[in-house]
T-cell receptor, first 114, second 113 residues
């Protein structure tokens, strides 16, 4: 079945450092989404990308929709302790836009040392 | 303006019992999605429903699992004769129209003992 490969699996960084994570697939997507999940809660949408090549920012977060439609990255600049959590990429396959079904990556666990 | 409400937050069932998970979508939302998350993994799509209709159930196990979204009341995910492998977090999301602009609830954590 379709799969998103997300890396790295986990990161342990110092406060103030920049963070980068990415997702790749052999399938083509028409939408890429980035979510953050904190313990005991559901995923919260951070950034949505709808066009190949699109680069979008949300505060200290920046994400891009790869030009091939098969990948996306998320950058977090100047990390702070509240950035701790699990970050998931999610994509919607080409041709499935009428259902909204999302495929999720395995997640990147981020820990920030003050 | 309440978000997506799921209950219970935690549910413990013995093997062989039934589990019923409820999801009340955001006000005005008629599209509901259910996802399952196993420990240390991402979410896996289960089913997409629009009021009284199942639109896509390609992620639902063939046996023991069913979902409904009646005209009145919450959406229900029902798991019959639960087994240990059903232990997971089950998330519901809703939207006002089909597509991926949806909001997740806080989930129900099912533990089968």
């Amino acid at each position: 079945g379709q799969q998103l490969n997300q890396s790295p699996q986990s990161m342990f960084i110092q406060e103030g450092e920049d963070v980068s994570m990415n997702c790749t697939s052999s399938s083509i997507f028409n939408t890429w989404l980035w979510y953050k999940q904190e313990p005991g809660e559901g995923p919260v949408l951070l950034i949505a990308l709808y066009k190949a090549g699109e680069l979008t920012s949300n505060g200290r977060l920046t994400a891009q929709f790869g030009i091939t439609r098969k990948d996306s990255f998320l950058n977090i600049s100047a990390s702070i302790p509240s950035d701790v959590g699990i970050y998931f990429c999610a994509g919607q396959l080409m041709g499935s836009s009428n259902t909204g079904k999302l495929i999720f990556g395995q997640g990147t666990t981020l820990q920030v040392k003050p | 303006n309440a978000g997506v409400m799921q209950n219970p937050r935690h549910l413990v069932r013995r093997r062989g019992q039934e589990a019923r998970l409820r999801c009340s979508p955001m006000k005005g939302h008629s599209h509901v999605y259910w996802y399952r998350q196993l420990p240390e993994e991402g979410l896996k799509f289960m089913v997409y429903l629009q009021k009284e209709n199942i639109i896509d159930e390609s992620g639902m196990p063939k046996e023991r699992f069913s979902a409904e979204f009646p005209k009145e009341g919450p959406s229900i995910l029902r798991i019959q004769q639960v087994v240990r492998g059903d232990s997971a977090a089950y998330f519901c999301a809703s939207s006002s129209q089909g597509g991926n602009g949806y909001t997740f609830g806080s989930g129900t954590r099912l533990t089968v003992v």
